[in-house]
């Protein structure tokens, strides 16, 4: 029996099925004396990779309860893993792109971003000058999207890279970021300390913390979710693109991908020599962004014509 | 024992003269605001800073940065001290020490206070936690900082301990662990910088120069404070500290204030020479890009703060005149302070890795949180000087502290 359990005051708490007996004793004692903690099966978890399959079915099953009491509606949490023989690779036809930012909405309202004070973006929509090439340092993310696309410029949207290589990973001094088989870089939010090494060191602005208790109204809750991707995240800690993880394991297309009005979005598995992505790096010629950094990303960029 | 030893140190730091009790109550002044202003960010989140995705590091990494160079100075005292068996300036050795416990805490509630979720701080304690080492520098940065710590409060208690039932300290306890805070001082500087200089995604802190710079400058910051506190002590306590220790401190600050002067002057070079994308954060730091300009002054203040506290320190006339000599320390400490916390932090992070410029002040919350810590810690440093100078001049001992009548804490001062 832990200190919650006894007090009946923590019922909404997901009961972590990975405790361990000896911190749990000391967590009594520490309650004891503090008084206060009342997350302290929470306090006391395994982080995400040390947890048994059930052990993670039993944890997405809480969640599940939680959230559907909390937005009113049937909410799921799925832990599906990755497929063997996948590896997912994003491609972007800039000379496509005109810069209409429905893939920045479409994102938010399929990751359950927080909507305003801050709205948290994934995609970042860069305009510069077709004069100079790529040019980051003379971009303009605040550029006004019901005028375009205007004469002259060109669009270049940001998001996580999902590189094979990732920086993020590295620094994080907890290990509460980590690359999946399939490619995707991901985040266990209730692992995640909150110190922003990740962010200091992603080279593409991809990663995302929450300043403040994260506005998800519940109508316009997505309760399709994933474990490590658009399950509601709390306050405090990082969060970033995870190529629709909900989506994309179950073989569906990210939702920037379907939303493009101009098809400038390509998504497919790296590792298969017919997917949609292959057949673009095939026939275009493609370039990654910061190579000379060597994060080695899944996400390429191409001009089509 | 211990139980008349803490009881004996209790009575000591409760007591005092008026200006020790106006020192103390406005401490506690402070970090009441520190605690108002904390409870306030944990309320609302980071948000209440003006932290945010472009600038997701500020006042509190940059006010950490500072300390852990506070703290590795520390051993600038211990070395010679100890190494070279220089009695001037092992008698102060321990006031070193006591510094760096004291900028040491206020590291770890610096890196505290900016973290997202503080409750989750056991997840990088090793055994209880998961840290990410070797690959994560700052999981090695938390190791670090807490094993300096640990080994500077050993030798302190120890000391003090001992001191207070007056035996000689434990040569065979104490020296080796001495002779190791050395290399931790050094380790936990060069590993805070490397946190920095390993992201190659900031091009103004991935330099190979950065390590060497963080440790320079740490020679000139922290002993800039003891510097002041030696005539503090002196004159308050009558603390034997010789004019020969203070200059001997002053003579080796003032070459580390010349390679200090010297590795800028190498890193502007290579900046503005080979003018690449990469020098923008450079000049947004000296000349500002376009109307962003926040931080500019500071650059030329720091500066020009910088080259007068060299010359102060370089001329022997100079530094002997005492009053010019604690010009130079408030000199050199304003803009260690400058170049090693804000100068270090923003640029990194103005513009982003995006390009976008926002333009970061800390926000009234940020000055609160970060005026209680500093409260913390100059309320844990008089404690411990308050402690340490009886002792280490033999007025305090079990042997006074057992008749209640006397007041301890006020037997160095009448003594002298």
């Known amino acids: 029996m832990s200190a919650c359990e006894n007090s009946g005051g923590c019922g909404s708490e997901v009961v972590d099925p990975g405790r361990r007996d000896v911190l749990k004793f000391l967590a009594v004692g520490a309650t004891m004396a503090t008084g206060a903690a009342c997350d302290l099966e929470g306090f006391f978890r395994k982080s995400f990779r040390e947890l048994s399959p059930a052990d993670v079915r039993r944890m997405t099953t809480g969640w599940e309860r939680k959230y559907t009491r909390k937005y009113g509606k049937t909410v799921t949490v799925s832990e599906v893993g990755p497929m063997d023989g996948v590896k997912f690779g994003y491609g972007l036809d800039l000379s496509r792109c005109i810069g209409c930012r429905r893939c920045v909405y479409a994102c938010v309202e399929e990751n359950n971003q927080s909507r305003k004070e801050p709205q948290i973006q994934w995609i970042r929509v860069l305009e510069m000058d077709k004069a100079h090439g790529v040019d980051l340092n003379h971009s303009d993310i605040y550029y006004d999207a019901a005028t375009v696309p205007q004469p002259g410029k060109f669009y270049m949207p940001i998001q996580c890279q999902q590189c094979d290589d990732p920086p993020c990973v590295k620094t994080c001094p907890v290990g509460a970021t980590w690359k999946e088989k399939d490619g995707i870089v991901v985040i266990d939010y209730d692992w995640c300390i909150g110190c922003r090494c990740c962010m200091s060191a992603c080279p593409y602005g991809a990663r995302h913390f929450n300043w403040a208790e994260p506005s998800l109204p519940a109508q316009e809750m997505n309760p399709k979710t994933h474990v490590l991707g658009n399950r509601p995240r709390p306050k405090g800690v990082v969060e970033k693109c995870t190529f629709c993880i909900q989506r994309t394991r179950e073989g569906l297309y990210p939702a920037c991908v379907e939303v493009c009005p101009v098809g400038a979005r390509k998504f497919g598995n790296l590792l298969d020599p017919e997917s949609e992505i292959r057949q673009a790096m095939d026939t275009k010629r493609v370039f990654i962004l910061k190579e000379d950094l060597a994060t080695h990303p899944s996400f390429f960029y191409f001009y089509a014509t | 024992m211990a139980i008349s030893f803490l009881r004996g140190s209790g009575r000591i730091i409760s007591q005092g003269d008026r200006a020790y009790k106006i020192w103390v109550g406005s401490l506690l002044a402070l970090i009441a605001i520190g605690l108002f202003a904390y409870s306030f960010q944990g309320r609302q989140g980071l948000i209440a800073t003006n932290l945010r995705d472009q600038v997701s590091w500020g006042f509190y990494v940059g006010n950490f940065t500072f300390l852990v160079g506070i703290a590795a100075a520390a051993v600038m005292l211990v070395i010679p001290a100890y190494v070279y068996d220089w009695g001037p300036i092992k008698e102060v050795a321990i006031l070193g020490e006591l510094l760096a416990i004291s900028a040491i805490i206020m590291c770890l ?59 000689a300290y434990n040569k065979k306890i104490v020296i080796p662990l001495v002779l190791f805070s050395i290399p931790m001082a050094v380790s936990i500087h060069t590993v805070t910088a490397f946190l920095y200089n390993g992201m190659a995604a900031r091009p103004f802190w991935n330099a190979s120069i950065l390590a060497p710079r963080f440790i320079v400058s740490a020679f000139c910051s922290g002993p800039a404070v003891l510097l002041i506190l030696f005539q503090v002590l002196r004159k308050r306590t009558g603390l034997p500290i010789k ?37 923008l954060y ?109 002792i280490m001049s033999g007025h305090f001992s079990a042997v006074e502290a057992e008749p209640a009548t006397s007041a301890p804490g006020e037997l160095s001062a009448e003594a002298h």
């Open chain 2, 109 to 167: 509630l610096f890196v505290l206070v900016d973290m997202g979720r503080p409750d989750r701080f056991l997840h990088i304690v090793p055994f209880l936690g998961s840290p990410n080492w070797p690959m994560s520098v700052m999981a090695w940065d938390a190791l670090v900082l807490n094993i300096y710590l640990g080994v500077n409060l050993a030798v302190v208690v120890h000391i003090l301990y001992t001191g207070f039932y007056g035996k």
């Open chain 2, 243 to 279: 004019d020969e220790a203070i200059q001997k401190v002053a003579e080796l600050m003032a070459y580390a204030m010349f390679l200090n002067l010297f590795l800028l002057g190498a890193e502007l070079f290579k900046e503005y020479y080979s003018a690449t994308e990469h020098l």
């Open chain 2, 282 to 390: 450079t000049q947004y730091f000296w000349s500002g890009i376009g109307t962003h300009t926040t931080l500019v002054k500071y650059a030329w203040s720091g500066l020009a703060a910088s080259l007068i506290a060299f010359f102060i320190f370089l001329v022997p006339k100079w530094r002997r005149n005492m009053t010019l000599l604690n010009v130079g320390c408030g000199l050199i400490y304003f803009s260690v302070y400058i170049e090693k916390g804000m100068g270090l932090v923003i640029p990194g992070m103005t513009p982003d890795t995006l390009g976008e410029i926002y333009e970061y002040k800390p926000t009234l919350v940020e000055w609160g949180v970060t005026a209680g810590i500093y409260g913390i810690g100059f309320l844990v440093f008089t404690f411990l000087v308050k402690l340490a100078v009886p």
